[in-house]
């Protein structure tokens, strides 16, 4: 009835139409090349990191496949294998705790030797983000119950994603409802940011009532946003997928969104993805605009790479890109200590180190 009644109201008057529309990339996250710019700190395509932390002992740790690796002195080293995909990562004192996809939180220990930490069902599958609260709580965040793809979620609209505390071997569901939450991390003592991709926004959601909608940091952001990281200025946050006008259409009519899912193959599906490997197909599906054959920059994007920063106010103060005609794409993780930033970029399979804004 609802969809009747906006179509009439159209018809009658086309001023009246809502619709999805994406913002610009302004402000904050004014498009640059940090990215591409920014040193690529392992061997070309050998890995397909998806999460990253840096220890206090300034040790790089990143999960790729169902392995945890070491990255010193650029030097790259197994420490640990794991029985399942290994997503999202958190230092907690001297231990690592990891999702694995399958199994649920492990904790792994500086000579590599793991232990079960929690494997209630809760936490099987889709575990999105970790946080570490100051009483030695674990916060996950859970992408989908019911749709762990996220593109599959994404055009159905799922809202089955949730918030689980853990303690110890214990978990315990305490939000739910969710449209893809990709990200949390501390925000202070009583707060934490939450970031919640299909509603393209991060808030502040209090510890204590985490079940209850927060306050925007961000809201109807250009991208898809994920997994949060705390830095001494603020937060970085992992942004996998930018929204595009031609997804955004889609979404918009559900008819047509039906056509696409019978009758097209997924991986062809006209939603973002972490890295483009057929631009040429891309080219048609999206109306990128290629002179000469070259893809410019500003073109409308399948696969996206950006990071963000979220200042100590709630105001986005810096970014870090690469666009569409580049391949430095699907950052699904971010990592940032004594002034050092690093991304995974789970699409372009690599870590990459983009200079500060004190270097540039």
């Not at 970031?195 to 502040?204: I, K, M, N």
């Amino acid at each position: 009835m609802n969809r009747t009644i906006s179509a009439l109201r159209e018809w009658l008057n086309p001023d009246w139409a809502r619709h999805r529309s994406v913002p610009p990339f302004e402000a904050g996250l004014r498009p640059n090349r940090r990215l591409d710019q920014g040193a690529a700190l392992l061997p070309d395509a050998e890995f397909e990191p998806d999460d990253v932390v840096i220890r206090d002992n300034g040790e790089v740790v990143f999960s790729s496949g169902e392995d945890v690796f070491t990255l010193t002195g650029g030097v790259v080293t197994r420490l640990v294998t794991l029985g399942g995909q290994v997503g999202s990562l958190l230092v907690a004192e001297d231990r690592l705790v990891a999702a694995v996809e399958g199994v649920g939180l492990v904790t792994v220990d500086a000579s590599g030797a793991a232990a079960d930490l929690c494997t209630d069902a809760e936490l099987a599958a889709c575990v999105t983000d970790l946080a570490l609260l100051p009483d030695g709580v674990v916060l996950a965040t859970i992408g989908s119950r019911d749709v762990p793809d996220w593109s599959a979620a994404l055009v159905a609209d799922d809202r089955s994603g949730r918030i689980v505390r853990v303690d110890g071997s214990r978990a315990e569901v305490v939000a739910e409802g969710l449209g893809w939450p990709g990200g949390i991390e501390t925000a202070s003592d009583g707060e934490v940011l939450v970031s919640l991709g299909f509603d393209h926004r991060v808030e502040r959601r209090a510890i204590a009532a985490l079940g209850k909608p927060g306050n925007a940091v961000g809201s109807n952001l250009p991208v898809y946003p994920g997994r949060i990281a705390a830095s001494t200025d603020g937060w970085w946050v992992a942004a996998p997928y930018a929204r595009n006008r031609f997804t955004e259409l889609l979404l918009d009519e559900p008819e047509l969104l039906r056509e696409m899912t019978t009758t097209i193959r997924q991986d062809q599906w006209f939603v973002p993805r972490l890295r483009c490997p057929d631009p040429y197909t891309d080219t048609l599906q999206l109306g990128q605009l290629r002179v000469h054959g070259v893809i410019k920059p500003w073109a409308p994007a399948r696969s996206y790479g950006l990071a963000f920063r979220i200042d100590q106010r709630g105001r986005i103060a810096e970014s870090v890109h690469s666009r569409a005609d580049s391949d430095r794409h699907g950052v699904t993780g971010v990592s940032s200590r004594d002034g050092r930033i690093l991304v995974a970029a789970r699409g372009f399979r690599n870590l990459l180190e983009p200079q500060t804004d004190n270097e540039r």
